[in-house]
């Protein structure tokens, strides 16, 4: 009796072995499909849409932003009146495709400066940070070999409690490590890195809720606070 129960606890240890290889297996499939999407060229349909303000043509503006959800709601004619600024976020982009289409909407528009900003989706999704950085590094070269000034925005972090909601896989933990590095790299090739992070922090290094209209996205003060910072930075360049 005790050789059969000693048999039965072996196949019961090794089917659940198996089970959790299946699971293993699925969420590297899953994080694999994700990181082969952001190299997709899923984003052209959006491609047709009339970004920006309305209040100059598509080919005529100063600077350009670039980048995913948090670029895209961003109202520029409510935080920045009477600027030759032009948004050119795509809701849920990685950082890959903000590279895939930077010939296309930026390059191709001649603008003055690029303002690029990557959202905390890329971590949220398990990109890894080296993918970024190469990222960044390739736009900050595609605009400087087309005479456009780059300038880079340091990733949002989201609210405590969204981090906290991740157990053991936070995410601010990375945003910080990589807006470290970012801030390093422009200071060493003199790019103008601007921390609007820090303008909507707790002071912990999480987001704070009166920033936010959610765990992840700015509310309008958040906005304004942005908005701030960026015009305080760049007249200091000026």
């Known amino acids: 009796m005790q050789k059969i129960w000693t048999i039965i606890l072996i ?5 659940n072995l198996i ?3 299946v699971v293993w297996k699925a969420f590297d499939y899953r994080k694999k499909m994700i990181a082969a999407w952001s190299q997709s060229n899923e984003w052209l349909p959006e491609t047709t849409k009339n970004f920006g303000s309305g209040e100059a043509d598509k080919d005529s503006a100063e600077i350009i932003f670039l980048g995913a959800s948090i670029t895209a709601d ?5 935080f920045f009146p009477g600027k030759r600024y032009r948004n050119m976020g795509i809701d849920g982009q990685f950082s890959s495709q903000l590279l895939l289409r930077f010939q296309h909407d930026i390059v191709n528009r001649r603008p003055q400066a690029v303002v690029i900003k990557l959202c ?26 087309n005479s456009i000034r780059p300038i880079f925005l340091a990733m949002l972090p989201v609210t405590a409690k969204r981090d ?17 590095w970012l801030s390093g790299f422009c200071a060493a090739n003199r790019y103008l890195y601007i921390d609007i992070a820090s303008a909507l922090s707790d002071g912990a290094g999480n987001l704070d809720p009166a920033n936010a209209r959610d765990n992840v996205h700015p509310n309008d003060t958040g906005y304004a606070k942005m ?3 960026f015009t305080a930075a760049l007249s200091r360049e000026e």
């Open 11 to 15: 196949v019961s240890l090794i089917g």
């Open 19 to 21: 089970g959790l290889l």
């Open 74 to 78: 961003w109202d520029f004619a409510k």
């Open 120 to 145: 905390e989706m890329n971590f949220s999704h398990d990109m890894p940070i080296s993918l970024l950085q190469e990222n960044i590094q390739m736009m900050a070269t595609l605009a400087q070999g």
């Open 164 to 180: 906290r909601s991740r157990a053991g896989d936070p995410i601010n933990s990375r945003v910080a490590e990589f807006n470290r």
């Open 227 to 229: 908005a701030e910072v």
